[in-house]
């Protein structure tokens, strides 16, 4: 799922974002405050329907195909729409475009039949948009880091590889109204992955008139209940009402105001001074100093949701090269005390990559804080590698309160537990996801919130060396084998498959896990109908101020 840029004191992530998926963390849904599908007061109209938020960091893009973290894509599942949309349950995937699905016996053909739909500019919504968004996403020109999500659709995967034409895709318009799909294997989350954004339609003329379409507020153009009205890059960003969109009767704001600040304790200040509506995840992080406070003055809201904060290793340079060395600075980190003292917000020590609303090995693979067995790794790691001394260590991180805190933290732990001198490094967001793709790093922070809630979700971003999001370079033929056996399988025998994958994940710890994630808001009272769903994604389509 998601890159986290945030994730911190959240999940999709949460103190940085998240990638992507993202996006560990369990799921109650929606405005705790009140239910998602409560209806406005009769009065409700008398408040300005206007939602002021703030963007921790600039969204690195507002196109569905391109990508990959939670901040950009909290701003396309406002301005686009799917063949399927999750509810206000925060859970399950309803008809959206799409308004009636039919799937053959065999799970391998679904057949959408399209509603009447407009695109923000007037242009009506075809299946031939779908079709070519998803072959677009594929295409290896466009390069998306996404399009792997699209593999379960048939010869996804090897047309993304170069081993198969774009005709060969098992998408297709049969016309206007109707889109037929067919799939490599029966996926039975499938209409969960059409409510992902990488699934969403874009508008061909617009966007081969103009390949920087989805860069500025005035060539942008979605299918969703809200559409861009201007985009000041690094200070505003302004959404309003699409009277465009197919269900604009349910669509209670006129407005989202969007700030950027990145200092989060400026942010709860312009909360707390009535700036902004709602302060906190899932689009920045409260000031860590500040949580105590505000969950003894009970105005927190904490939510668990499924994903996973870890640290990569460029397992291509040394000396993380070496497996025992990666494990050892996996060891000899005090998870707890991290979350004891600096997180504050309910958050489990994660000694697995998947969490645990999907988890494969409820007790973990590793002990947290084993610093004797990982002084023992380190020491055999050197002598494998010829070395007596370890080269300048550089921990990578984008820019943010909470990522530094945790970074000062483990830089700490480990010149204490393994005498290791680590020098910090950070980044503005779109810069360091930019250095951490192209291998400028040895260890990086990241945080992935699930994009469905399936361990494989997890998992698969490991699968390939080159894939779009394993920044680690690393690749393991058996942990492939077992990825690829699991699609062919299904119940117990494909859970214990992915348990054996998840295992040797962490026997090579290309990732150091660190924690799951939960997320943390304060918000008005007046602010009803957010949804945020389990995988910490947020939708604004049923919001409203009463």
């Known amino acids: 799922?998601?890159?986290?840029?945030?994730?911190?004191?959240?999940?999709?992530?949460?103190?940085?974002?998240?990638?992507?998926?993202?996006?560990?963390?369990?799921?109650?849904?929606?405005?705790?405050?009140?239910?998602?599908?409560?209806?406005?007061?009769?009065?409700?109209?008398?408040?300005?329907?206007?939602?002021?938020?703030?963007?921790?960091?600039?969204?690195?893009?507002?196109?569905?195909?391109?990508?990959?973290?939670?901040?950009?894509?909290?701003?396309?599942?406002?301005?686009?729409?799917g063949l399927t949309r999750i509810g206000k349950d925060g859970k399950t995937p309803e008809p959206s475009v799409a308004e009636k699905i039919d799937v053959s016996e065999d799970g391998l053909t679904y057949t959408f039949h399209l509603r009447d739909s407009k695109w923000s500019n007037g242009d009506p919504v075809t299946a031939h948009d779908f079709e070519y968004a998803w072959k677009r996403a594929l295409d290896p020109k466009t390069a998306s880091n996404y399009a792997y999500q699209l593999y379960y659709v048939k010869n996804g995967e090897a047309y993304?590889?170069?081993?198969?034409?774009?005709?060969?895709?098992?998408?297709?318009?049969?016309?206007?109204?109707?889109?037929?799909?067919?799939?490599?294997?029966?996926?039975?989350?499938?209409?969960?992955?059409?409510?992902f954004r990488t699934y969403y339609p874009v508008n061909k003329k617009v966007v081969e008139a103009n390949p920087?379409?989805?860069?500025?507020?005035?060539?942008?153009?979605?299918?969703?209940?809200?559409?861009?009205?201007?985009?000041?890059?690094?200070?505003?960003?302004?959404?309003?009402?699409?009277?465009?969109?197919?269900?604009?009767?349910?669509?209670?704001?006129?407005?989202?105001?969007?700030?950027?600040?990145?200092?989060?304790?400026?942010e709860l200040s312009m909360f707390e001074n009535g700036?902004?509506?709602?302060?906190?995840?899932?689009?920045?992080?409260?000031?860590?100093?500040?949580?105590?406070?505000?969950?003894?003055?009970?105005?927190?809201?904490?939510?668990?949701?499924?994903?996973?904060?870890?640290?990569?290793?460029?397992?291509?340079?040394?000396?993380?090269?070496?497996?025992?060395?990666?494990?050892?600075?996996?060891?000899?980190?005090?998870?707890?005390?991290?979350i004891d003292n600096i997180l504050q917000a309910g958050q489990l020590p994660a000694m697995g990559a998947v969490p645990p609303s999907m988890a494969l090995n409820k007790d973990g693979y590793f002990k947290d804080n084993d610093v004797e067995t990982a002084k023992k790794l380190l020491a055999e790691g050197m002598q494998e590698l010829g070395i007596s001394k370890l080269?300048?260590?550089?921990?990578?991180?984008?820019?943010?309160?909470?990522?530094?805190?945790?970074?000062q933290a483990i830089q700490d732990q480990w010149k204490k537990n393994l005498g290791v001198d680590v020098k910090l490094e950070n980044k503005e967001w779109k810069v360091y996801l930019e250095d951490l793709h192209e291998g400028k790093f040895q260890i990086g922070r990241m945080g992935w919130l699930g994009d469905f809630n399936d361990p494989i979700n997890f998992l698969e971003l490991y699968k390939e060396k080159d894939g779009g999001n394993n920044d680690t370079r690393w690749e393991n033929p058996k942990f492939k084998e077992l990825l690829n056996r699991s699609a062919k399988e299904s119940g117990e025998q494909r859970l214990k498959t992915l348990a054996e994958a998840e295992a040797i994940l962490m026997d090579e710890m290309p990732i150091m896990p660190i924690y799951f994630y939960t997320l943390s808001w304060v918000k008005d009272d007046d602010v009803k109908g957010v949804v945020i769903d389990g995988l910490g994604g947020v939708d604004w389509k049923w919001a409203y101020i009463e």
């Open 391 to 407: 080269p300048p260590i550089t921990l990578s991180y984008n820019t943010n309160e909470g990522h530094q805190k945790i970074a």
């Open 212 to 266: 920087k379409w989805a860069n500025e507020a005035s060539t942008h153009v979605g299918n969703g209940p809200f559409k861009m009205e201007s985009w000041e890059h690094k200070s505003k960003m302004v959404l309003v009402k699409n009277d465009n969109y197919w269900d604009k009767d349910n669509v209670k704001l006129d407005r989202i105001e969007f700030s950027m600040v990145e200092d989060e304790t400026t």
């Open 1 to 81: 799922m998601k890159k986290s840029i945030f994730a911190l004191v959240s999940s999709i992530a949460v103190l940085g974002a998240a990638l992507a998926g993202c996006g560990g963390q369990q799921a109650s849904t929606g405005d705790q405050n009140a239910p998602a599908g409560q209806q406005p007061a009769a009065n409700a109209e008398k408040k300005p329907q206007l939602l002021r938020l703030n963007l921790h960091s600039e969204p690195p893009t507002a196109d569905p195909g391109i990508a990959e973290d939670t901040t950009s894509g909290a701003i396309i599942q406002a301005t686009f729409d």
């Open 160 to 195: 993304n590889k170069g081993k198969a034409k774009a005709e060969d895709v098992g998408v297709k318009a049969l016309d206007d109204k109707t889109l037929e799909v067919k799939l490599e294997n029966p996926t039975p989350f499938f209409l969960e992955l059409t409510t």
């Open 275 to 338: 700036e902004l509506d709602w302060a906190g995840a899932p689009m920045s992080n409260l000031p860590t100093d500040a949580i105590p406070a505000l969950k003894d003055s009970g105005k927190m809201t904490t939510q668990p949701i499924a994903g996973t904060y870890w640290y990569k290793f460029n397992t291509e340079k040394p000396p993380f090269n070496n497996v025992k060395i990666r494990k050892a600075f996996a060891y000899a980190i005090d998870r707890q005390s991290l």
